[in-house]
């Protein structure tokens, strides 16, 4: 049997294979402080997670560590302080912003709420420090907020011309409707 991987290496190979694709299928990663935190709060916390699309897993960190090398975050001590004590690990895959909008919001809504702990953020290889994340990361526009300013983007030429070829037709509207009042007195 030597050589062979023992069931617990090939969980723990399993795991952190999982981990590093989902980073790296990822637009961003919040990293999460639950500590404290009551079991109802932390299940409203994964159900806001699901609904918006972001992936919420707990890890051990040093798995997440052992994900992470080979990437441009490896030895980065910001991400090594981050993984340390109880970490949530929160993927973003189409909205960069979905996480941090999640827990900013989840954050103002109660004392007990206030025990969630924002470690840091990553967006693509910059780490976001803990405290901006909410200011920083959760003020981006969303993935449909980007799509409606697009959308009034390219709207905006098609109204101005429609608006240009319509203006002289309601030019000759009025100059007939001038004409009209000039012969009939009024």
């Not at 290496?9 to 637009?27: N, Q």
């Not at 993984?83 to 690990?89: F, I, P, Q, R």
């Not at 959308?151 to 608006?163: D, E, F, G």
């Amino acid at each position: 049997m030597a050589g062979q991987a023992t069931p617990l290496k090939r969980d723990k190979a399993t795991e952190v294979a999982t981990i590093k694709k989902s980073w790296t299928k990822a637009t961003s990663v919040v990293l999460l402080g639950f500590k404290g935190m009551d079991v109802p709060s932390v299940t409203d916390l994964r159900t806001r997670f699901r609904k918006a699309g972001v992936e919420y897993k707990v890890f051990k960190n040093t798995l997440v560590l052992q994900a992470l090398k080979g990437t441009a975050l490896e030895g980065k001590k910001d991400i090594e302080k981050s993984l340390a004590g109880e970490t949530g690990v929160a993927f973003s895959f189409e909205d960069p912003s979905a996480a941090a909008k999640i827990v900013r919001d989840f954050r103002k809504e109660g004392e007990k709420n206030g025990k969630l702990e924002v470690k840091c953020g990553v967006l693509e290889a910059n780490i976001v420090a803990g405290k901006d994340v909410e200011s920083q990361l959760a003020s981006m526009p969303g993935k449909d907020e980007v799509r409606a300013q697009l959308l009034a983007t390219l709207q905006a030429p098609m109204q101005k011309l429609v608006a240009t070829l319509q203006a002289p037709s309601q030019h000759v509207v009025y100059a007939l409707d001038a004409q009209r009042r000039k012969l009939g007195g009024e």
